[in-house]
């Protein structure tokens, strides 16, 4: 069996107790640990619509897709890793009070393994054939996430989410995305 | 309402859930286990050990390079490193800490975790000479503290248990049949006994056991009132371990009591002859460093004829699964095995299916008058005879003439390939084709029993296995993506 992999993460700005992080958090604190495809589907259908309707929030963001196995399989773990490392997360907490100081910022991650050849994946490939040039606008993250409806997760081997951060007083600050490690996450045009 | 796994073919491996971030991630359980049976990640080893650029092929789309510039994460490198000294160090699911060990044949009998401490003393030889030639490796597995497990990336150190809390008893048709088949042969020696001044130790035979592990080790228990068991199992099971090490460890904590018993009679009474137990699966083909982990070893036997004739042995029983495996001893073996033919020992091979019961053997519930240890042998062994049948049973030493048959055999085996085995000299991974004196070094594939590593650059520190599903190195190694 090979691989392809799609990956989306953006970073928004995060207001404590506003809708987007409310709903995240609660969609990943809910999620079954043993579920259906149609629970998969549903939960990701539920994500994408919170995501869509946060769109002005967006400062950065990136996407990633891969046909390639080794590539896709190596990616994906990065992704988790991503995860599982909380390398993106704040070691301690930044304030709990985002309106009298500087902004904070919240980012969600999606990844998926998927395998390669199968009608999701001809699906997403489509769907991500974007001109160089536009990759990074909002309309091109809106148009991908308008059209991840068409991941059918019997064909999906792996797929982690995330959010950063769970609390509140842990947002992530204008620093912490200044760092290095967050250059992968490109400004949205 | 309860549901099948088919109904919910997702399962949720990872969760992180912290006041900085909450995540998890969950596998799709069927499309895992298909993915596991085509193993074709050998791609990926394959690429990445080259050194680990990855582009120009394929749709690569958007390709945001994920912190694949991050100054948090140590720059590393690849290495090999052997994978037994890698697990001592690390512990022994080095790479795989959250993966279980899947053992074949668990039964229900009763266990006794507090025992297997002293499994290694429990199956240890009595003999001086024959101490040196004893790997305690495997059995010195269970309960062995990694003296480093905490100098990895945390993530590969979660959830460690002492391989001892992973144990489980099995047990087998397959070892019920070599055990039968250990007492059986133990018989015949034994019954060379019956002759004026005779004892087993008149044959001067020594037995070289190259069974499946689970069958190697439970034919040693049934031919160990005769034969003393020298095992070497130079390795430790792992998850993804391609020799399933944990099926030999968990049959020898089986036997445990019978192996202790047989241990402590030895020590009162006379010497046994050496009965060297290799596990057959120790040269598996290993292929896929990203799915298997290579616990391979190869046979540490007495590296001369002179050495198996210091231990009493002038003649040599290689014991084989079946006729089929009887005409060619396994490819490590091949040196030692003429080494021994060239200075005048006779090496013959002998297979498990050349004993079966007595079908037609209307005497089977008849006791002898006076019963000997041959004879309680074979009613131990369930009426197995060499040859399959009663009438054939004493023709053991006809066809391997170390010793005057005690008994009159009536009838003769059918064929057996194993009395006409000579060893004959082959290039190999695991045999040099030319061996000559005492062997000096082993033959072995190039990168045999070693595991890749992530190495930090800077330091020289071990993170991990390349291939552990938690490193958090693989965020950073890669160098693919725009």
Known sequence: MKHSLFALEVAARFEPGGRLHTELHRLITTAPVNAALQQKWLFYKHAVKELLV?????TRGCWDYFDDDATAKASFDQWVAGMVTEEGARPE????????????????????????????????????????????????FEHVLSGLGVLNFASIKSDVAYLIPRDSGWGLTDEDLAHQKFNYLRPIV | MSSSPNDQPFERDRLVDKPGIIGARWWHAALADQDAQIARRAAIRNILIAGGVIAGFGAMLAMCAKVSTSSSSPEVSDARKTSLDMQKEYGWSFGAVDEPLVFDGVTTKPFEPAALHSLAAD??????SLVPFFQATLFQSL???????????????AGFKPLSVSMQPIFTNKMAAAYARGKSLASLFASVSELPGQTPATTKAALIVDLPGPEAVAFAAGASSVFEPVFLFDNWPHPRGVVHAQDTLSAAAYYQPLF???????ARTYTRLPMFVLDRGRIATYSDDATEFDNRYVAKLPPSAAGIRSLGGNHVLYVVPGSYDAGRELDDLNDELVLY???GIDVKSVSLDMFGPDTTDAGISTPPRKPNESDRLVEESGFIYYGGSRGS????FVDYPWAKPARAATTRPGINPGKRFEPRARTTPYSSGNPS??????????????????????????????YSRSGSWNRSSGGFGG
């Open chain 2, 260 to 266: 202790a018993e047989a241990r402590a009679e030895r």
């Open chain 1, 93 to 140: 907490p930044s304030g709990a009070d985002p309106y009298r100081g500087s902004a904070r910022y919240l980012t969600f991650t999606m990844a998926f393994l998927i395998v390669n050849g199968s009608p999701t994946d001809d699906a997403v490939k489509e769907l991500t054939a974007i001109p160089e040039d536009r990759l990074w606008h909002r309309q091109t």
């Open chain 2, 123 to 128: 199956l240890a030889p009595v003999t001086r």
């Open chain 2, 341 to 343: 033919s060239a200075g």
């Open chain 2, 393 to 396: 049973h004493h023709a053991f």
């Open chain 2, 437 to 466: 004196g005492t062997l000096a070094t082993k033959a072995r594939p190039a990168n045999f029993s070693t595991v890749p590593v992530v190495i930090a650059v800077g330091t020289g520190i071990i993170l991990g296995s390349r």
């Open chain 1, 54 to 58: 946060a769109m002005p929030l967006f």
């Open chain 2, 143 to 157: 309960e062995a503290i990694p003296p480093s497990l905490g100098k990895l990336d945390p993530t590969e150190i």
